[in-house]
């Protein structure tokens, strides 16, 4: 009798325990969603920020003749991300998106591709060598991970999350139902709570 209670016992400790992890696992997620609407130390954001598209003779003519950047980051060797200075911003307002995928003061907000480093490095050093010292534009090259771009990470990140009610309830008798309501209702926050809710106490 001792025996059958204390098995009853870790069973039920046991059960606080995953519910206390699926807990601590949410919280975590909810974090992340936080940091990633916080600005970075540019003053951008993580997650949804894009530049606008744009081309270099843009660039070259109106940003960089009127000293409007501050930086020009060469990504990968094929994608130039233009960063503005603070104190210029408001004048290219107008041509951003609104809302939350719309560039930040941190930048960058404008992007363009080019077909050759060399090609563009030349036409940069020419337009660059007309300037100032105190007007020189900080240029730097990065290399993103496995040239895989931010926003095929993003929606990779995106996805686990939007679908960790699915995969905590993924053995759950109700599983089919938690799934449909997480895919079709998770966008709305509520049927993502909602979902989370029904799969943790509900296993």
Same mark, same amino acid.
């Given at each position: 009798?001792?025996?059958?209670?204390?098995?009853?016992s870790t069973g039920s400790g046991w059960k606080k325990s995953k519910?206390?992890? %699926?807990?601590?696992?949410?919280?975590? !997620?909810? /974090?992340?969603?936080?940091?990633?609407?916080? &600005?970075?130390?540019?003053?951008?954001?993580?997650?949804?920020?894009? &530049?606008?598209?744009? %081309?270099?003779?843009? @660039?070259?003519?109106?940003?960089?003749?009127?000293?409007? /950047?501050?930086?020009?980051?060469? @990504?990968?060797?094929?994608? !130039?991300?233009?960063? =503005?200075?603070?104190?210029? $911003?408001q004048k290219y307002a107008d041509r951003f998106p609104g809302g939350?995928?719309?560039?930040?003061?941190?930048?960058?907000?404008?992007?363009?591709?080019?077909?050759?480093?060399? /090609?563009?490095?030349?036409?940069?050093?020419?337009?660059?060598?007309?300037?100032?010292?105190?007007?020189?534009? +900080?240029?730097? %090259?990065?290399?993103?991970?496995?040239? !895989?771009?931010?926003?095929?990470?993003?929606? +990779?990140?995106?996805? =686990? !999350? $939007?679908?960790? &009610?699915?995969?905590?309830? *993924?053995?759950? *008798?109700? *599983?089919?139902?938690?799934?449909?309501?997480?895919?079709? +209702?998770?966008?709305?926050?509520?049927?993502?709570?909602?979902?989370?809710?029904?799969? @943790?106490?509900?296993?």
């Amino acid at each position: 009798m001792e025996e059958s209670n204390n098995v009853k016992s870790t069973g039920s400790g046991w059960k606080k325990s995953k519910n206390f992890i %699926y807990w601590i696992l949410g919280g975590i !997620i909810i /974090v992340f969603l936080v940091i990633s609407y916080m &600005p970075t130390q540019r003053g951008g954001f993580h997650l949804f920020a894009e &530049p606008v598209q744009t %081309y270099w003779n843009d @660039v070259k003519n109106n940003m960089l003749r009127n000293h409007d /950047v501050e930086e020009i980051e060469v @990504v990968n060797k094929k994608t !130039i991300h233009i960063y =503005l200075k603070k104190s210029s $911003y408001q004048k290219y307002a107008d041509r951003f998106p609104g809302g939350i995928s719309s560039p930040s003061k941190g930048g960058p907000q404008f992007s363009f591709e080019i077909a050759s480093l060399d /090609v563009f490095n030349s036409e940069l050093d020419k337009t660059l060598s007309e300037f100032s010292d105190k007007d020189k534009v +900080l240029v730097t %090259y990065i290399n993103t991970i496995g040239g !895989i771009n931010n926003f095929m990470w993003r929606i +990779l990140i995106l996805s =686990l !999350i $939007y679908f960790i &009610p699915s995969i905590i309830g *993924r053995r759950n *008798r109700d *599983r089919k139902a938690i799934f449909l309501v997480n895919l079709f +209702l998770g966008w709305t926050g509520i049927g993502w709570i909602a979902t989370f809710i029904w799969a @943790v106490f509900k296993k």
